[in-house]
């Protein structure tokens, strides 16, 4: 390629970006100041276009993500805060993780995490419920430049956002389905229990499930959605309450709060078919027991590596874009062996 065209594929690039001419010199050649957020749109259009030569890191020294979680202690938490820590101590010479926690009872706290860090920073992984304020500071950080990856659930057309993690509504119709096999024949209800319904996530698993028991299990009623928060003792009450009022042939919770569920269920001489989320240790011991019918698990450790790659991307240090997909993964009696062993359904 001659000194012209190398000039034109450089002023496309400052065309697609939106900068000068200067500026995409500077950067594609490390000289002079160029702020971060200018540096990551010049490399973004680099790579759009398909500009054929090694390009810089779109941040001089470490980048600087913050993690942005619910403050929750139930087990895909826990074990989605300990594959970040995993992925933090692979990176360390390229990154550092900043990890922050908002509280359900004080929603206010995420957008304010989300407006004001602390340091200036390079990328943003956020649990977020689906509020009007919390979408109006996502669109602040996206216009500022700022990679910005939705963890676990999903903001529908939240334009500059990357969601990472499972398909919500196909794991709800896999529930559905499943569950509708299930209770072919038998008599009761079947009763759905969920966390808040201002997770996108839980809105599309009720959707999923509600649609396909519709379908193909018309002779039985659905109880519910119930919203109860991931809450043990809360799941136990209502659990209690509706076993007391008639025969349940099937149970779908589409959160946590299990240890709860299993307290109202464990009294029952003729159980209903329960199914909800996570491989866990406690949900492996209660399909042992016969408890638990069967458990749709979301890979919080493949959502932990793909929300780091993305962001990595997005900064100019990977050159294509990642491959790496969280699984939806169905677990079993059957196929258990440790307590966080799974079977993968394709």
Not at 61 to 73: A, E, K, P, Q
Not at 273 to 293: F, K
Request: proline fraction near 4%; include cysteine; glycine fraction near 6%.
């Amino acid at each position: 390629m001659d000194k012209t065209d190398r000039r034109q594929r450089m002023a496309d690039v400052a065309e697609r970006a939106g900068v000068s001419l200067s500026t995409v010199d500077r950067v594609l050649n490390e000289r002079g100041s160029v702020s971060d957020a200018k540096r990551r749109k010049v490399l973004q259009a680099a790579q759009a276009l398909g500009l054929k030569r090694l390009l810089p890191s779109a941040v001089h020294g470490l980048l600087r993500f913050d993690l942005v979680l619910v403050d929750s202690t139930t087990d895909h938490f826990k074990r989605l805060a300990a594959a970040f820590a995993r992925q933090a101590q692979m990176h360390r010479s390229r990154l550092v993780l900043q990890r922050h926690t908002w509280q359900e009872r004080a929603p206010q706290q995420l957008p304010e995490l989300i407006n004001h860090p602390k340091v200036p920073r390079q990328g943003l992984i956020v649990v977020a419920q689906d509020t009007p304020q919390v979408r109006e500071a996502l669109r602040a950080q996206v216009a500022a430049g700022v990679p910005v990856v939705l963890l676990t659930t999903s903001l529908p057309e939240l334009a500059g956002t990357r969601y990472v993690g499972i398909d919500n509504h196909v794991a709800g119709r896999a529930a559905g389905r499943l569950m509708s096999q299930w209770v072919r024949g038998r008599e009761g209800r079947v009763v759905l229990l969920t966390n808040s319904l201002l997770y996108h996530a839980h809105q599309q698993r009720v959707q999923g499930f509600l649609e396909v028991m519709a379908e193909q299990a018309q002779h039985v009623e659905v109880v519910g959605p119930i919203e109860c928060f991931d809450n043990d003792d809360l799941n136990a009450t209502k659990m209690n309450k509706l076993l007391q009022q008639g025969q349940l042939c099937g149970l779908y919770s589409t959160g946590s709060g299990s240890a709860g569920v299993g307290r109202a269920l464990a009294r029952q001489a003729q159980r209903p078919v329960w199914i909800t989320h996570e491989a866990t240790a406690a949900h492996a011991a209660m399909l042992r027991e016969g408890l638990l019918s069967l458990v749709l698990d979301q890979d919080p450790e493949g959502q932990a590596e793909a929300a780091i790659q993305q962001l990595l991307y997005a900064n100019g240090d990977l050159n294509a874009p990642p491959q790496v997909r969280p699984q939806l993964r169905i677990v079993i009696d059957e196929t258990l062996e440790e307590p966080h062993s799974m079977s993968v359904l394709t």
